[in-house]
């Protein structure tokens, strides 16, 4: 399994659609960009079939140290993004 970074992802669309990296950069960020704020403003983004972004509350919970299972360690609330894959997408992964 590789992981595939932003620039060879812009390498990928660029010579895949004939586009100059540099226009394909502009629109990556840019939707990258409108995707962090939109989630940071409380919003739910929706892709149909492929998925679902949106930022939930964690809880507070008890955490240990794996060294010290006796000590425990409080694990404060917080926000994360989660991610619900579509239709589509849980066709071709699964």
């Known amino acids: 399994m590789a992981t595939i970074?932003?620039?060879k992802l812009i390498q990928n669309i660029s010579q895949a659609r004939g586009l100059h990296p540099n226009d394909v950069r502009n629109v990556i960020q840019a939707f990258l960009d409108a995707m962090t704020d939109t989630l940071s403003n409380g919003?739910?983004?929706e892709f149909r079939d492929f998925g679902v972004f949106e930022v939930v509350e964690r809880k507070q919970k008890i955490g240990r140290n794996p060294k010290?299972?006796?000590?425990?360690i409080v694990?404060?609330?917080r926000k994360a993004v989660k991610f619900t894959p579509g239709k589509k997408m849980k066709k071709k992964i699964l």
């Open 5 to 7: 970074t932003k620039k």
């Open 43 to 45: 919003d739910r983004l």
């Open 68 to 72: 010290n299972a006796h000590v425990p």
């Open 75 to 77: 694990i404060p609330a």
